[in-house]
């Protein structure tokens, strides 16, 4: 019954920006921390950015430090990730996933959308 579901994902160029959103239904968000992962071509799937509980604490994965950022919105059951000033490192599908606690590791999170391409052109 649970799904979570990304959009926002596209092409762009060097130095723009796209935000992504994660629509869930089938659990309230309040109760769940929120990570968005990545995973380029031949790489493995890696942290990016994630948000806990009550929206208070935030981390980071260092490739994307000062340039991203990510919230909730419970009332909408919705979460956001902003891109800003990307790159062509950027490129990748982009994942969100819920868990019980804020986490870096995707081994901690239950459940995950399918995924948004975002391709950044040189």
């Known amino acids: 019954q649970v799904r979570l579901v990304e959009s926002g994902g596209g092409l762009v160029q060097a130095g723009g920006s796209l935000r992504l959103s994660c629509t869930v239904s089938?659990?309230?968000?309040?109760?769940?921390?929120m990570g968005w992962f990545r995973q380029a071509p031949g790489a493995e799937r890696k942290f990016v950015q994630g948000i806990s509980r009550n929206g208070v604490v935030t981390y980071h994965g260092d490739s994307v430090k000062g340039r991203f950022s990510t919230s909730k919105d419970d009332m909408k059951n919705m979460g956001y990730l902003q891109m800003n000033n990307l790159n062509f490192g950027d490129t990748a599908i982009y994942y969100c996933?819920?868990?019980?606690?804020?986490?870096?590791?995707?081994?901690?999170?239950?459940?995950w959308g399918q995924g948004t391409q975002v391709t950044v052109s040189s």
């Open positions: 996933a819920v868990a019980e606690g804020l986490d870096m590791s995707p081994l901690s999170y239950e459940y």
């Open positions: 089938g659990l309230s968000i309040s109760n769940y921390a």
